[in-house]
Nanobody, 128 residues
Framework: QVRLVESGGGSVQAGGSLRLSCAASGDTGTSYCMGWFRQAPGKEREAVAAAHIWTGGGYTYYGDSVKGRFTVSHDNAKNVVSLRMNSLKPEDTAMYYC???????????????????WGQGTQVTVSS
């Protein structure tokens, strides 16, 4: 089992920044994929970014809508994956979720069904 606890959501004006964190505990194994998803009211859940986490480093993926603005990073010591969000726009407003796939990331990192474990979600609101 893997437990994911998110933190860091909040309200910010357009152009501002926020950092979300997802603390992973339990049996993540030596490598896993941490994905970030978001869901706005009335819309389908959207893949935002993902990071393949392993002891030798990692690599990241980004959705087109956030590329160049969002950055995923990993604190190995704490096993915390962060999503740094810069240049936020009102359309970034959503509930954000982290999710873990203990098999690691694949080219299909954006598909929800690959992620077995999910965080509770944290709200991000961007005002214009």
């Amino acid at each position: 089992q893997v437990r994911l606890v998110e933190s860091g959501g909040g309200s910010v004006q357009a152009g501002g920044s926020l950092r979300l964190s997802c603390a992973a505990s339990g049996d993540t194994g030596t490598s896993y994929c941490m994905g970030w998803f978001r869901q706005a009211p009335g819309k389908e859940r959207e893949a935002v970014a993902a990071a393949h986490i392993w002891t030798g480093g990692g690599y990241t993926y980004y959705g087109d809508s956030v590329k160049g603005r969002f950055t995923v990073s990993h604190d190995n010591a704490k096993n915390v994956v962060s999503l740094r969000m810069n240049s936020l726009k009102p359309e970034d407003t959503a509930m954000y979720y982290c999710a873990a796939d203990t098999r690691g990331c694949s080219t299909a990192w954006y598909r929800e069904r690959g992620y077995r474990f999910w965080g509770q979600g944290t709200q991000v609101t961007v005002s214009s």
